[in-house]
């Protein structure tokens, strides 16, 4: 029957097959099979290894037509092309498309005074690619293709040799849709990706060949089973990314989760990357990333152990960039190297301040922020640089900052924080803003010279020495805590001076401790605040603010005066006694520091009981103050103070008697004083001169410098005390 074996009326050359013999009318007439068609159909059914014709139930056994010269004895039995013709049709076209012309334009079917013939060189072709997927019966076919038989050029040919595989193909790539599968009307290089000859869709074959072999990178084994995702775990080496590309649909699909994250808010496709190359381009109305920068994000997102384009959330994991060559592949992406200036430009100023340029200069060259294009980029040495500076405050993402970040950070491996612009810009508005006033940054370092505030467009920066220099400063002083900075008297002397003093803002800060409960040299005398002369106050500037600072050696001589004073808190007034207690070294170290001298000066000036007497001689005119005691004199006056164990220098009197009766290493060392001497003189000359029975007479020689209107030398007033007996 015709189920069975379909027999035309003439073949696909339009010779008879079936002929009508005698009077049809009469009802007399015979039909009958051209002999050339029996002895055809008796060699098909012979290569099919069939013996008897009741036998052959329609079956067409594959096995036992493989080969050119089986195919064409079974094609030469018309019967056989047809009824091959009809199961091929019957599949239907959710099974099997049969296109009226192949991709070339050549007929694939013809119909033949009804009979519905396939070309022979498509059947052929067909068979050629069933045999190929192991499949043996044309009817069973179910329209998978098993991708796994194709991983060879070879093979992909022959499947697509048959234009109704072809057509077939290229439905099941065009019915995943386009939110699977993005089929361009062009490849990226404008070369067409797709046509339609008389009503059938065709993909071209070279593009359904890149697509078998995409698939198979991603081991996907049946073209249907394809939805969208690409295992960026298989994409490790740039041969398997370029197998993936080459197909311009898996190009564009990629290209198109790109953008909807692009969309999406999650990542930024810029138009070019920082050096102008274009990133991005639309051919025929298809949207396509670069292949170079599809390849760098396969390489960032494995970076960062992201497996599919379509699952990266713009989170950046920074505890896997702790190198420089994982760091290097994630900024070779565009796309990645956009994503992630935007994620830090948006974080808020508490947290990161990106300026635009370096410290150096607002000049090109010096560029932390660069716009191309429109696009606007951190560098990438920068943001190396950022990500190792958080690497180093033990931040693993961009997210994790809270409201600000915690000033004790700052003090972690500081080398690495401020090769960070960024972290320069950042931490330079912390120590000026958020101190609560307590750490004065000047616009200048006086002693250097040099700029410490370094004022740009966008940003003001502390110089990066200074900025060291002070971040070892607060470290040393236990000050880490920016919203709780508190400079006390104690603590500074605690540390070494000169590490806090290479710090001009340190310098500024302790000056602003001291100088508001300081005086000036012009103080009344007696007073027990310590004395800064104006010499040693230098003019700064705090932002636009004037303001005074003290002079840097004279600052750390201070320090060590009240060092050794045993001074706790700012503003402690001087306390005599301590004064008149310290050792000669002690007194040399206090009586350094010209604050320091011209206070116990001021005090000494205050004794009444001595202010009047202090010679000329023992007075000098400093740069720092005039007609100032010597350091010398004070010394020789304190030693004098505690060898007559009276009180202290500020209160001490001297008489004739008490010295008088001192031993003679007493007498010498409260003689090595001048003032005493003054003091002592116009007794002893009255007594010198007073009983014409035994006068004592003095001569220029006996006075200090031979001025007889001074004071005696010391062997003068030892000889009058012995020569009277006093």
Sequence with gaps: GDATLRIPQQDVNTVVVRVNVGDAIALTDT???????????????????ITDVNDFSGTIDLNNVYGTTNQDLILGSSSMHATISKQMSDLGPSVLVIPDVDIDSVAVHQTVVGTYFINKTEIKSMIDSLELLGITDITTFDGNVDLSLLASESNQNTILSSASIHATISKQMFDLGPSVLVIPDQDVASVPVHTTLSGTYFIVKDEVKAMFNALDVLWIDDVQSFAGNVDLTLLADGATQDTILSSASVHATISKQMLDLDTGGTMTIPSTDIDGVPVE????????????????????????????????DGAFDLTVLQNEVNQDKLLASASIHKTITDTMLDLDDAVLIVPAYTQVAEAPGNEVRLTVNTNEFVVKGEIKAIINAFNAMGYGDLGSFGGSIDSSKFFDDRITLLLSSSIQATLSSKLINDTGGELVVPNTNVAAATAVRLIHADVTYVDITEMNAILVALEELGLE??????????????????????????QATISTNILPSAVYETEPAGTTSLVVPTFFREDITVGVAPDKQIEKVELKAILTSLQTLGLSNFGDAMDASVITSLTDVQLDTVLA?????????????????????????????????????????????IKATTTVASGSFADV???LTAVANLSPAQQDVVLDSMIVRNILTPPLENIASINPLDLYPLVASDYTGNDIAGFLTEATILAIITHYGL
């Design 481 to 506: 805590d920016f919203g709780s900075m508190d400079f006390t008297l104690s603590s500074l002397l605690a540390v070494d001076f000169d590490l806090l003093l290479t710090s001009a803002s340190i």
């Design 31 to 49: 039909e009958y099979i051209s002999e050339v068609e029996i002895s055809a159909m008796f060699e098909a059914l012979e290569a099919l290894g």
């Design 281 to 312: 381009l639309t051919v025929s109305g298809t949207y396509f990333v670069v292949k170079a920068e599809v390849k760098a994000l396969f390489d960032a997102l494995d970076v960062l152990g992201v497996t599919d384009v379509q699952n990266f």
């Design 653 to 655: 009197a001297f008489d």
């Design 593 to 637: 520091s010209g604050s320091i001298h011209t206070t116990v000066d001021n005090m000494l000036r205050g004794n009444t009981n001595i202010n009047t007497s202090i010679p000329d001689l023992a007075k000098i005119d400093a740069a720092y103050k005039t007609d100032i005691a010597t350091t010398t004199e004070i010394k020789a006056f």
